[in-house]
Each structure stands twice: as C-alpha cells, then as structure tokens.
C-alpha cells in the first residue's frame, strides 16, 4: 500500500485561486487530473511508478476541490478548468509535458491538449471518451443514458447537495460501488474523498461541473465545434466493467478522425471506472509504455 505522507505538496498560484498538488520523483513532468467523486489522492499507485521510471509526477486538486480554489464566479466551465491546467504547465515552464486524466480529469485532458497542443507530449484518458462526442452523442445511446442518470440529478440545487451528503456521504459511496463493481477499494481511500468533499463549498463546486456541463450553452453547441481535434498521441483506457461509461460505448466514440496525431484504445480487464486504482498492475505498465514511445514528442 503506498503512503500518502511520501508526497511532496506543491501549491500553484493563479489569481486569487490556489490550487496544491501531490508530486514524487525528478525528470520530464507528467501531470495527472482527477475526476468526480475523487480527489489527487487517485493517483497514490501511479506517481510512485512514475518516479521509478525517471518521471516527474504531479497530481493536481482540481479547481473547487479544495476551499482556496473556490472562484467566487463559480465557473466550472470544462474550458475553464483546462486553461487552468494550461497555465499551470506554463508556470512549471517545463512544457511540453505528458498528461493523464481520468474521469472528469480525462474530459479535460482532451480540452486541454485541443487547446495547446504545443504543451503536450502524450494525453492518456481514462473512464471517458472525447469529451465533445460524449456531450453530443453519448447520451443519445440509451444504455449510456441510463447509466448516466445522475447528471441529470444534480442539476436539481439543493435537493442533490443535501442528497450527496446525507448518512455520511452513502450517495458517493453507492457510486463507487455500482461504477466499480466487485472492487472493495482500501478503506482509507473512500474516507479521503469524503473528506474532501466536506470542506466548506467543495461538494457544491464539484456538482457545480456537471451543472456547466448541462447548461444551455453547453448543450447547444454545434457538431463541428463537439468533434474538436486533439492533434497529440492518445491513450485511451477503459474498464470493462465500468458502471459509469460503458466501455464498448467510450470505444464506440474513440473515433479516429478526432485524434489527428494518433489514438489507441485499450480494455483494461477485470477493472471498472477506477480502473488504475483497480487494476494498477494492468494500467501502470501501459501507461508507462507510452510515455517512453512518446518521449520526444512533440
């Protein structure tokens, strides 16, 4: 089991938001993003693996996951949040570097690497598809929609935060369960995400992403501006057993008109939508594989 305590924590700056981050180990940057309900402590099975093998691994708290990156605008806009990744990588001034995302980290990743490119050495995503293809079609396909229900739940203020919370936080926990089935995740893991989201605004910011994602300018862009480009190498991992997005569906809108530079897409067995806490004996030697073929890009 790998302790929290052996990370160092950096802290970014950007305006009058602060944002930490756990890091471990020296050489070229591989930042990680987290997703929902999550927190940088999802990384905890990567960074040491990252540091074995030369790299430099950085897991970001994304805005709104903790009370000092709370804006007081309350924009959680997905192209928001990916320019915050951009202007943190500009500020390490050690770009290009590799970036992974998993869950609504992933949906940022391909926003991020579509916006700058030249930032980018490699993107690997996991649990979601293109971003722009999920938002446009993945919920057109039935079996994704009910499997999507809760979107649409926390787009109800009030009733979902005061749902989330109740008997501890038994909402989140239920999600872990049902998107990850089978897998009894080390007690101190879901104690950590509870946690987070119990800081004072943490719960409200993180709902607050799926309530950009679905508001009324979100939902009435157009097709050419869904299937944007993310013109860097892409790693694309699913579980199989994912509850959350089903994984023939994320293959199905893994289309490779939308990866200019080149995606590949892989399975991970036996795993669902936590798929590299799950399985990091799986997920760690693929994505270091690409990291090394993807070394001298861009």
Not at 32 to 39: I, R
Not at 122 to 139: E, I, K, Q, W, Y
Not at 159 to 175: G, N, P
Not at 251 to 259: G, K, R, S, W
């Amino acid at each position: 089991m790998t302790v929290l305590a052996a990370f160092e924590t950096l802290y970014f700056e950007q305006g009058p938001l602060t944002f930490s981050a756990q890091t471990q180990g020296s050489g070229p940057v591989v930042l990680c993003l987290h997703g929902f309900p999550d927190n940088a402590g999802s990384f905890r099975h990567q960074l040491p693996a990252l540091a074995d093998s030369g790299y430099r691994g950085i897991s970001l708290t994304l805005r709104g996951y903790e009370p000092n990156s709370i804006p007081a605008d309350g924009d959680y806009s997905i192209e928001t949040i990916a320019g915050d990744v951009v202007t943190l990588i500009r500020t390490l001034d050690e770009s290009p570097v590799h970036l992974i995302g998993h869950d609504w980290g992933a949906a940022v990743a391909y926003n991020a690497a579509a916006a700058a490119p030249e930032c980018f050495r490699s993107v690997t995503t996991m649990a979601v598809p293109h971003a722009g293809r999920f938002a446009r079609d993945g919920l057109r396909i039935l079996k994704q929609l009910r499997l999507s229900w809760y979107m649409g739940f926390f787009n109800i203020p009030w009733l979902s935060d005061w749902v989330v919370q109740r008997r501890d936080y038994a909402f989140i926990r239920k999600l872990w369960r049902d998107w990850s089935p089978g897998w009894h995740p080390e007690p101190h893991t879901l104690e950590s995400v509870v946690n987070t989201l119990a800081q004072p605004g943490v719960r409200t910011a993180a709902l607050g992403y799926y309530r950009a994602a679905l508001s009324l300018s979100a939902l009435l862009v157009g097709k050419e501006e869904a299937y944007f480009k993310v013109p860097v190498p892409t790693l694309a991992l699913s579980g199989e057993r994912d509850g959350c997005i089903a994984s023939d569906v994320f293959e199905q809108l893994t289309v490779p008109e939308d990866f200019p530079a080149g995606v590949t897409f892989h399975r991970i067995p036996n795993a669902g939508h936590f798929l590299h806490q799950e399985r990091p004996d799986i997920v760690n030697p693929l994505i270091l594989d690409w990291l090394r073929k993807h070394h001298n890009e861009p």
